[in-house]
């Protein structure tokens, strides 16, 4: 496997230079992430690939068209959902394991499985120790050291180890006594929730500043639903999609129908607020956006909506947090007081 570089503004700048200029942030960053693998050697791609309306479902189309007009001669895996072609499904799964039997496919997909959540349960844990911790800075030296490294080892019982001697290095940081804090949900596009270089690491921001931060979306959370519990779904993203059914019926792309329900999700469990995050020029988020208010309103919850782009400028960035995380403790103590 030849992992891409870490995203940064080179990725975004190669993909941006050879992308459509209206066409949504992820895309950009995968064509600048694509490019950038087949430097290193990549000769085979996977994505996943979407029947819903919205840019998704063109991604394998319009990015296979710009690698050949650039002259590079890859393979392009598309992991589609299920129902668009079990044969297909199969297949593909069968090439990217290097499996050819069913049961190997089983325990290669297990692993892969496995894996996925144990890297995403660390994420959250980092989250939750560096809203509690005296020293901030050691939670994301801890976390630096682990993401380094995960890229030097190779095979699944290294990282399996790393993973754990991590667990255990956040266990022993040292966290603050009777500490209460500011609870946010991460809501909005699944890309841009989970890509830290495309979201200018929220969740680490927001930990700097106390905050326990938690993720409406994971791959662990979209494999659950769409693979893991496929045809039936996830309890959790299914009772989601009943919280958003008074605000929307129709599924509208991408996880528009999801972000309205994850945001009602977190105020039954008593967060403080939320925050969506959507790239521009996303369809489905920018009608959850304006459907957001009136859930906000109606159940008087903070919400608020960062918009991200080539653009997007880390202080101005910084300073919105600052001042939601604010208003948020304000509110706190009024009803405390109250
Ligand atoms: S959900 Fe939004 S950002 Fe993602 S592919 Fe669709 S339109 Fe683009």
Redesign the pocket.
């Known amino acids: 496997m030849i992992p891409p570089p870490v995203c940064s503004r080179k990725t975004l700048e190669i993909g941006s230079k050879h992308s459509p200029e209206m066409m949504?942030?992820?895309?950009k960053v995968f064509i600048g992430n694509y490019i950038e693998s087949i430097e290193k050697g990549a000769d085979t791609i996977i994505i996943t690939g979407s029947c819903g309306p919205?840019?998704?479902g063109l991604?394998s189309l319009i990015q296979e068209d710009i690698l050949q007009d650039l002259g590079y001669d890859v393979d392009l895996i598309v992991i589609d959902s299920i129902k668009e072609g079990y044969k297909e499904f199969i297949s593909n799964l069968k090439k990217i394991t290097k499996t050819n039997t069913l049961p190997q496919l089983y325990k290669s997909s297990r692993l892969a499985l496995d894996l996925i959540k144990r890297a995403d349960d660390l994420t959250q844990k980092s989250n939750y120790t560096r809203a509690y911790a005296v020293d901030k800075n050691h939670v994301n030296q801890i976390m630096d050291n682990y993401l380094k490294t995960s890229v030097q080892i190779h095979g699944a019982s290294e990282l399996i180890n790393l993973i754990n001697k991590t667990k255990e290095e956040l266990s022993n940081v040292k966290l603050l006594e009777n500490y209460n804090p500011i609870k946010i949900g991460i809501i909005g596009?699944?890309?841009?929730i989970i890509e830290p270089f495309v979201n200018l690491d929220v969740e680490r921001k927001l930990g700097q500043l106390g905050v326990l931060v938690d993720k409406s979306l994971t791959p662990t959370k979209w494999l659950e639903h769409h693979v893991i519990n496929y045809p039936f779904g996830s309890e959790d993203e299914n009772n989601k999609f009943k919280l958003a059914k008074p605000y929307l019926h129709t599924p509208i792309?991408?996880?528009g129908r999801e972000t309205l329900g994850s945001a009602i999700h977190y105020k039954n469990l008593g967060y403080d607020g939320v925050i969506q995050i959507?790239?521009l020029?996303?369809?489905?988020?920018i009608v959850a956006k304006s459907i957001l208010k009136n859930v906000s309103k109606d159940l008087d919850f903070p919400i608020m909506t960062l918009v991200v782009d080539e653009m997007t400028g880390e202080a101005g960035f910084v300073t919105r947090l600052e001042a939601f995380v604010d208003l948020l403790s304000k509110r706190r103590e009024k009803h405390l007081i109250g």
Do not use: A, S, V
């Open positions: 949504c942030l992820p895309f919205c840019r998704f991604y596009e699944i890309y841009t792309g991408g996880h959507l790239p020029n996303c369809m489905p988020e």
